[in-house]
């Protein structure tokens, strides 16, 4: 009777983490959409936070269900979220830059270097 104390205690505490790191992750990401300056940035932020925060939260949920018919459930979609959410930004990326926008990049200025390059300072 008390090891079974214990372990639901474990899976509680297993499972409350997982789902709150995944919280975290997900508003990180909406955080990042409002905060990041360009498209392409914000859909590298979004992806990526969206993808682990979904995972986080659905392998909460599998430790909270036990060895079920509902883990089955939960890993499928797991593996359709893994699957489909880099692809659509993939996707979406191609389309954009498709469509004629264009990442911006932070290039240093070159004539400064070549100004320092000839003036032989460093």
């Not at 954009?96 to 460093?122: C, R």
Request: aromatic fraction near 8%; proline fraction near 3%; charged fraction near 10%.
């Amino acid at each position: 009777m008390f090891g079974g104390e214990i372990y639901e205690t474990i899976v509680w505490l297993i499972s409350g983490g997982l789902l709150i790191s995944g919280s975290i992750f997900a508003i990180i990401g909406g955080i990042g959409i409002c905060r990041l300056p360009e498209f392409f940035s914000r859909m590298h932020g979004a992806g990526l936070t969206d993808t682990m925060g979904a995972g986080l939260i659905l392998a909460g949920l599998m430790v909270q269900a036990g060895l079920s018919l509902v883990t089955f459930k939960l890993v499928i979609i797991l593996f359709f979220v893994l699957v489909t959410s880099p692809s659509s930004c993939h996707a979406l990326a191609r389309s954009a830059i498709a469509h004629g926008l264009k990442p911006q990049l932070d290039v240093p200025n070159s004539d400064n270097q070549n100004s320092n390059q000839t003036s032989g300072g460093e």
